[in-house]
T-cell receptor, first 112, second 112 residues
């Protein structure tokens, strides 16, 4: 089992819809969770962090964390074509030690 | 603030040549990292430095060496480049190992 797992996609959603991106992780003691967005040919950019169970909202983005079930998700409301990118989940401690382990990313395509 | 800077942006090497990728951060971060990213493989950690004066191997260290020159700078050296090292290389930094990471723009390396 990979330490941080994401569906590679592509996940296609119509413009204006809600995109739901999921990530599961293997280490029950992980405490910090991050979502990055990476446009093609660019570097990863931090968009959300979450540390406690429940939801955290920032504009059109909502991160959801469930430590008991070991998953973290990212919801993007009112999806726009500019949201088309690869979304990386990063989990502290999932790979041993306390550094971040990244998933391989989910490609999101928002279609007109 | 420039954040994390990397030089060069692009490089073409012949097999067996050596080169050093440079990385610097101006955020006074303690930890720095080198990743490579290949299609379908996600980010793979090559080496990291938890703090000034320390370096540790990551997931794929073979063929690489690093130097944490000071708190700001972390370089990656390829002593004898191989075609398998053709990749995009990202440097990142963070306040600590369990904190969010900030990425440089990347170096696109081709080894012929």
């Amino acid at each position: 089992q990979k330490e941080v797992e994401q569906n590679s996609g592509p996940l296609s959603v119509p413009e204006g819809a809600i995109a739901s991106l999921n990530c599961t992780y293997s280490d029950r003691v992980s405490q910090s969770f991050f979502w990055y967005r990476q446009y093609s040919g660019k570097s990863p950019e931090l968009i959300m962090s979450i540390y406690s169970n429940g939801d955290k909202e920032d504009g059109r983005f909502t991160a959801q964390l469930n430590k008991a079930s070991q998953y973290v998700s990212l919801l993007i409301r009112d999806s726009q074509p500019s949201d088309s990118a690869t979304y990386l989940c990063a989990v502290e401690g999932a790979g041993g030690g306390n550094k971040l382990t990244f998933g391989t990313g989910t490609q999101l395509k928002v279609e007109l | 603030n420039a954040g994390v800077t990397q030089t060069p942006k692009f490089q073409v090497l012949k097999t067996g040549q050596s080169m050093t990728l440079q990385c610097a951060q101006d955020m006074n971060h303690n930890s720095m990292y080198w990743y490579r990213q290949d299609p379908g493989m996600g980010l793979r950690l090559i080496y990291y430095s938890a703090s000034e004066g320390t370096t540790d191997k990551g997931e794929v260290p073979n063929g690489y060496n690093v130097s944490r020159l000071n708190k700001r700078e972390f370089s990656l050296r390829l002593e004898s480049a191989a075609p398998s090292q053709t990749s995009v290389y990202f440097c990142a930094s963070s306040e600590g190992l369990d904190h969010e990471q900030f990425f440089g723009p990347g170096t696109r390396l081709t080894v012929l």
